[in-house]
């Protein structure tokens, strides 16, 4: 269960108020839109959740538990950016392995080439796995940074701004590819952008946030047709 739930939650940067008393409910498989000009608190929320940043006030729930006093890795959330996070000189097989193979999971190395094959053929990249990460275009290399959040199979995905810069045409095709990474893997996704398509497109729930508050919280329907 990756119920996410942000109670009165405030954060703040010496004098700004980045954050101010959010309450949020993500239901366990939705895949929420947070929404909001620049400087709304957006990227603050993923940090908070993720464990990256501790709150000021509020408490965070994942699947009914408190997760406040957890590091991020015990937190089982895994974070995509909107720059690529890749190492340029290994091959993209070796760049989605790379999460499996820390010391701490211990991953048998079979293991780990059956689920990197996997993530590859969601992500339709298996024709690039000996490829060098800088031998990729744009939407390959945003493709890699998702497959290496996929391998681990999280309970929880925070995507800041993952597609934003790249072209029209790879936007359009990677909405469709993460609806229905969504789809296949029933996961819990949380997403934030300032593209009203995205949200739109994408969301089961769009979150409006307007200077550290939430302002609008339903369907796309519910608040695109609302005044
Ligand atoms: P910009 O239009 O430059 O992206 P805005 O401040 O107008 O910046 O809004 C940022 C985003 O938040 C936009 O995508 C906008 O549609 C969305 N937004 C703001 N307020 C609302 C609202 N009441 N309902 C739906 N979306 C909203
Ligand atoms: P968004 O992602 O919606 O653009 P952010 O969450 O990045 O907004 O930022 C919210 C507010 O907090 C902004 O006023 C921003 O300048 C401020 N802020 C964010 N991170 C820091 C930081 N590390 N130090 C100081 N101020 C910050």
Do not use: C, W
């Amino acid at each position: 269960m990756a119920e996410v739930t942000l109670h009165e939650v405030s954060k703040r940067y010496g004098a700004t108020v980045a954050l101010d008393r959010v309450s949020l409910t993500i239901a366990d498989g939705a895949f929420v839109v947070l929404l909001g000009p620049t400087g709304a608190g957006k990227t603050t929320t993923l940090r908070l959740i993720s464990g990256l940043e501790a709150p000021d006030g509020g408490d965070i729930l994942i699947g009914g538990r408190s997760v406040l006093r957890d590091t991020p890795a015990q937190r089982d959330v895994a974070m995509v950016f909107q720059q690529y996070s890749l190492y340029p000189h290994m091959s993209v097989r070796d760049n989605l392995a790379f999460p499996l193979r820390s010391p701490v999971l211990r991953t048998p190395e079979d293991e780990i080439a059956r689920k990197v094959r996997e993530v590859a053929e969601v992500l339709r990249i298996e024709g690039k796995l000996d490829n060098k990460a800088t031998a990729l275009s744009g939407g390959e290399m945003q493709r890699v940074s998702i497959g290496r959040a996929l391998v681990r199979d999280p309970q929880l995905f925070l995507m800041d701004e993952p597609l934003s810069s790249l072209d029209a045409k790879l936007r359009a095709d990677l909405r469709v590819e993460l609806k229905r990474i969504h789809a296949t893997l029933g996961a819990t996704l949380l997403y934030v952008t300032h593209d009203q398509i995205e949200a739109m497109t994408m969301a089961t729930e769009i979150g409006v946030l307007d200077q550290g508050r939430l302002v609008q919280f339903g369907t796309p329907r519910e608040v695109y047709e609302s005044p």
